[in-house]
T-cell receptor, first 112, second 115 residues
Framework: GNSVTQMEGPVTLSEEAFLTINCTYTATGYPSLFWYVQYPGEGLQLLLKATKADDKGSNKGFEATYRKETTSFHLEKGSVQVSDSAVYFCALSVDSWGKLQFGAGTQVVVTP | DTAVSQTPKYLVTQMGNDKSIKCEQNLGHDTMYWYKQDSKKFLKIMFSYNNKELIINETVPNRFSPKSPDKAHLNLHINSLELGDSAVYFC??????????????FGPGTRLTVL
């Protein structure tokens, strides 16, 4: 079956530090890959996505590259801000209806 | 303008009761979803409708019954509530494309607490 594994949190960082959240997947077929972010008390928002191997998704300073050879989609940001404190979810979809399979989520806490 | 809205935002009720959560989207999307987020933040899809037709039905107790009166609305009715139903329920919508690559837009969530 399909699954997503991401690093456990919480991840605590100082402002301006480098952030990496690891995500690996198992899927039949050719999945689309996503990072969603959930700010406290809110619903999820799409952060970035990639639909085929070697695609790089980017948004708000965050980047992730679809690596088929390592079945990974790691999220990175070069300099985090306090406002980046949130829960980050890696997810995949393999069917045309967009059924999302989520990882467990990684809480990121950025301190001033 | 709110894109995906849910009511109520909070719902506190006793075990055994029946309750409903409503969801509406004004994005013109064809497909809507219900997700359950547990206390550890784990998210799992429950149902999906496309143009009022059920297309995804995960292993969910049949106490849960979704209803889509039109493609802009997807409601969730829960019978005989149990303690384990306590969670945050999210509605989402999208316009599916190839390999489900399109963005899903999420509502703000409904926090259900069963006492």
């Amino acid at each position: 079956g399909n699954s997503v594994t991401q690093m456990e949190g919480p991840v605590t960082l100082s402002e301006e530090a480098f952030l990496t959240i690891n995500c690996t997947y198992t899927a039949t077929g050719y999945p689309s890959l996503f990072w969603y972010v959930q700010y406290p008390g809110e619903g999820l928002q799409l952060l970035l996505k990639a639909t085929k191997a070697d695609d790089k998704g980017s948004n708000k300073g965050f980047e992730a590259t679809y690596r088929k050879e390592t079945t990974s989609f790691h999220l990175e940001k070069g300099s985090v801000q306090v406002s980046d404190s949130a829960v980050y979810f890696c997810a995949l979809s393999v069917d045309s209806w967009g059924k999302l399979q989520f990882g467990a989520g990684t809480q990121v806490v950025v301190t001033p | 303008d709110t894109a995906v809205s849910q009511t109520p935002k909070y719902l506190v009720t006793q075990m055994g009761n029946d309750k409903s959560i409503k969801c509406e989207q004004n994005l013109g999307h064809d497909t809507m979803y219900w997700y359950k987020q547990d206390s550890k933040k784990f998210l799992k899809i429950m149902f999906s409708y496309n143009n009022k037709e059920l297309i995804i039905n995960e292993t969910v107790p049949n106490r849960f019954s979704p209803k889509s009166p039109d493609k802009a609305h997807l409601n969730l009715h829960i019978n005989s509530l149990e303690l384990g139903d306590s969670a945050v329920y999210f509605c989402a919508s999208s316009r599916p494309g190839l390999a489900g690559a399109n963005e899903q837009f999420f509502g703000p969530g409904t926090r259900l607490t069963v006492l």
